[in-house]
Every structure is written in C-alpha cells, then in structure tokens.
C-alpha cells in the first residue's frame, strides 16, 4: 500500500448553512488522501497503473462547484467521487476547510475530516 496526497487545494467557492454564504462566496482548503497500491505504478512507470493526481484534482474542483450546506457533505461528495473514478482505490481522507467562517469572532478556518475505506 501507498499514499497519493494532494495538499493546500485552494478553491473560492459558495457554500454554507446560511443562504448569504451561498451568495457571497468563501475561501475553502481542500487536503485528500488516497490509500491505494502503488506497486505496479512503481514498477512500470505507467500513469494508467495509479491514480492520476490531475483527474483527482478535476474531481475536487467539479465538487466545490457544487453548493452544499455543509462541509461534511461536500467531503462526502468528495470520497464518493474518488471511489467512483478509482475503484481500486482502499481508502480516501478528505479534510475540507472554511477560511474566516462567519462565526462572531475571529477563526482562521473551520475544518472538518472525513475517512471512508472501501466497502
């Protein structure tokens, strides 16, 4: 087994609980995770033999041009999506965060993370 990781996605995205936050827009990070085996990739030095981190990042970005009340969905979306483009893919951790939520106060980001291994 390996891991392929894409980390700091950066996206500005409408997303929100609140109908104004889907108006406006926000700053949102994305880290994702994949467990996987790397072994034949490594051997043959063929891209078709691994998980091709550009589709990957196609895939994050077609999500956060989807609205979702909540971060916990789109990370949900997120993992379902990989699982459907890799299906040989194990596992897949997905941290999406919200900078400068609208809290009241200050908070750099709010962060949630999911981790799903395959059925």
Do not use: W
Not at 32 to 47: F, K, P
């Amino acid at each position: 087994m390996g891991q392929i990781a894409l980390e700091g996605m950066e996206f500005f995205a409408f997303h929100g609980f609140y109908d104004e936050e889907q108006k406006i827009g926000n700053k949102y990070g994305v880290d994702l995770y994949i467990q996987t085996d790397l072994q034949d990739a490594a051997a043959s030095d063929n891209l078709d033999e691994t998980v091709n981190y550009e589709l990957l990042y196609k895939l994050v970005l077609h999500e956060m041009g989807h609205p979702a009340r909540l971060l916990e969905h789109l990370g949900h979306r997120i993992i379902e999506g990989v699982f459907r483009e890799f299906p040989f893919v194990q596992q897949v951790k997905v941290s999406v965060s919200k900078f400068n939520p609208p809290l009241g106060g200050i908070c750099h980001k709010a962060k949630v993370t999911l981790e799903k291994n395959k059925a």
